[in-house]
């Protein structure tokens, strides 16, 4: 199983909307429609931004949402701020052989 | 509070078998689904999923990893243990142990990581 494709890097200035994508097949989002997002700042822990419920977190931002069309799920940061500039990862759920799967991960740049 | 914690050495040689400790509190081991995962990230690189141990002791791990990889549990002791035999130089990498509740749920918790070299 591969891994799920994000773009490598993606920039954009405080206030600013972006979306990150994350783009698997019809083998894991496609047809179980199971994936989260996490946060990683350099040198932490990976954080939960959001569950595979389609829910934040006690305490993550409403600034922060996911969504989903076919084999492609997608993360929107509404209202960019500099402590948003983190690495992103998607995760997705790809049968039970594979249970999880992550994606390349996303660095994105608050300009 | 639920916090895992991950130890283990620092720096394994070539060939060595590694293994690395998940301490956990705040949750049980072996309540209802409960489970927890190794996941790795090699320096600069992505976050791989490795294996998993649920409370029913099912074990599920990475089709590309499983000959190298055991996973278990010691309830009494809220440990989860990861071994990976045949240390090579690409597993480098820093480990996270992180608590999901089930196939395919989130990890909702994790550890702070720990550093593993493999050098000779």
């Known amino acids: 199983q591969s891994a799920l494709t994000q773009p490598a890097s993606v920039s954009g200035s405080p206030g600013q909307s972006i979306t990150i994508s994350c783009t698997g097949t019809s083998n894991d989002i496609g047809i179980y429609r199971l994936f989260s997002w996490y946060q990683q700042h350099p040198g932490k822990a990976p954080k939960l931004l959001i569950s595979v419920a389609g829910k934040r977190p006690s305490g993550v931002s409403n600034r922060f949402s996911g969504s989903q069309s076919g084999n492609t799920a997608s993360l929107t940061i509404s209202g960019l701020q500099a402590e948003d500039e983190a690495n992103y990862y998607c995760?997705?759920?790809?049968?039970?052989?594979?249970?999880?799967?992550f994606g390349g991960g996303t660095q994105l740049t608050v300009l | 509070q639920v916090t895992l914690k991950e130890s283990g050495p620092v720096l394994v040689k070539p060939t060595e078998t590694l293994t690395l400790t998940c301490t956990v509190s705040g949750f049980s081991l072996s309540a209802h689904a409960m489970g927890v995962s190794w996941i790795r990230q090699p320096p600069g690189k992505a976050l791989e999923w490795l294996a998993h141990?649920?409370?029913?002791?099912?074990?599920p791990s990475s089709p590309s990893l499983k000959s190298r990889l055991t996973i278990s549990k010691d309830t009494s002791k809220n440990q989860v243990v990861l071994t990976m035999t045949n240390m090579d130089p690409a597993d480098t990498a820093t480990y996270f142990c992180?608590?999901?509740?089930?196939?395919?749920?989130?990890?909702?918790?994790w550890g702070q990581g720990t550093q593993v070299t493999v050098s000779s």
């Open positions: 995760c997705a759920y790809a049968g039970n052989d594979t249970p999880w799967l």
């Open positions: 141990i649920f409370s029913d002791d099912e074990k």
């Open positions: 992180a608590r999901s509740l089930n196939y395919g749920e989130d990890f909702d918790f």
